[in-house]
């Protein structure tokens, strides 16, 4: 018995150690995404293994403290500890015991696989399991010495988002314990099995994301491929726009090119209304390529529109605010200037009051999102002059100028 207790504690030791080591060998780079969250729930608990005649358990008193790494959005690892509190429950002769655990789990987030995006935003699903170490040490009715045991865990975690790095959980685990001699209330095994289904954890509690982008990585979901595709098309339009523009230069009479000339001229030939309409790029995360990001955005490819007389921002243009939000939570040097416009029907002071509320709209939605309002300022253009009465719908708008 003694050297079979020898080696479960060495082996319990070399796991901790290769955890705790293979948990911290992870840095955290640059994704759009916290890779690391704390894990933190309680609750109910049944055992699955006999009991001697006469004990039954109370079902409160678990808890666990779980350190997780997302590798990417789908898959990670968490360093998992857990405490069970062993007691009689009303009727049961009376006994107490105390079971420590730690676990190291793979994490596989099943609700970015099955693309849960594509019908609720709030909830998703993970499914864990690994293998880790337990003591199982009894104090009533008897003191007994530590049960060392080698543990086997597998669950499932519902989870409901609260905020971008807060979300509740429901988990479900059990755990199958290897080499367990003691049942939990402190008697001896009458048979000679090496394994069995030992506990029933049912826990709710709180996921929390640490990091600069305050987002889980369990709720963030993105296409990649088509992102990419869509991104290399815009680049051969830019790439071709620049020969444009040094022609206009060249056009020019005078020492100094009209700028709005140039802008005006390149909205006409390269843009698409369908992007306009559709907002087909609001989704985009800018990713590593912040200079060829930052100058799309310059050039007025993603705008945010208005109806008429109207400073509530169309439905159809929300994704373009949050397209800027993201882009500045992503890259936390820059800052933007928000300029309003009117269309050519109203007065000139009505236009000015009118594109200025507009800016101030977009303003208000992102410090709201939790951009710093020192990162930001807004005013009103009034009449955008480069459009004409044709389309009018493209005037009346709120432009970006990141800096």
Request: glycine residues 8%; proline residues 2%.
């Amino acid at each position: 018995m003694k050297n079979q207790n020898k080696i479960k504690v060495e082996l319990m030791k070399k796991i901790c150690i290769v955890s705790l080591l293979f948990l911290a060998s992870f840095q955290v780079n640059s994704q759009n995404f916290d890779k690391w969250s704390l894990d933190l729930g309680a609750g109910i608990h049944q055992v699955g293994a006999p009991l001697s005649s006469g004990y039954a358990v109370n079902m409160l008193g678990q808890g666990s403290l779980g350190a997780r790494y997302m590798f990417n959005e789908r898959f990670g690892l968490r360093l998992d500890l857990g405490y069970n509190k062993f007691k009689e429950e009303s009727g049961s002769l009376p006994f107490s015991a105390n079971y420590y655990r730690a676990t190291l789990e793979g994490v596989v987030n099943m609700g970015n696989i099955l693309k849960f995006h594509t019908w609720t935003k709030r909830l998703n699903l993970l499914a864990h399991g690994g293998l880790g170490i337990g003591i199982l040490n009894t104090t009533a009715p008897v003191v007994s010495g530590n049960d060392n045991v080698v543990s086997l865990n597998f669950g499932l975690t519902p989870q409901y988002k609260i905020s971008d790095r807060i979300a509740v959980f429901a988990d479900f685990s059990s755990f199958i314990n290897f080499g367990q001699d003691n049942t939990f209330n402190g008697g001896i095994y009458s048979d000679n099995r090496e394994s069995n289904i030992s506990i029933f954890n049912t826990s709710i509690g709180l996921s929390i994301s640490f990091g600069r982008y305050n987002r889980l990585a369990d709720f963030y979901f993105e296409e990649k491929t088509p992102v990419e595709s869509e991104l290399d098309k815009i680049k051969k339009r830019l790439s071709t726009a620049e020969k444009e523009i040094a022609e206009l230069k060249n056009k020019e009479t005078t020492s100094s090119p009209n700028k709005d000339l140039i802008m005006t001229e390149l909205d006409a030939r390269y843009i698409k209304r369908d992007e306009v309409k559709e907002n087909k790029y609001a989704d985009v995360v800018s990713g590593g390529n912040v200079s060829f990001i930052k100058e799309l955005l310059n050039r007025g490819y993603i705008n945010v529109y208005f109806d008429v007389n109207k400073s509530e921002i169309q439905e159809g243009s929300l994704n373009s605010v949050n397209y800027l939000k993201q882009f500045l939570m992503d890259n936390p040097t820059i800052s933007a200037d928000l300029i309003g416009y009117a269309d050519e029907t109203g007065s000139a002071n009505r236009n000015k009051t009118l594109s200025q509320k507009r800016a101030k709209k977009v303003y208000d939605v992102l410090v709201a999102a939790g951009i710093n309002p020192s990162r930001l300022s807004y005013f009103g253009g009034g009449e955008d002059t480069s459009v004409g009465k044709s389309a009018r719908q493209f005037a009346r708008k709120v432009i970006f100028k990141l800096r």
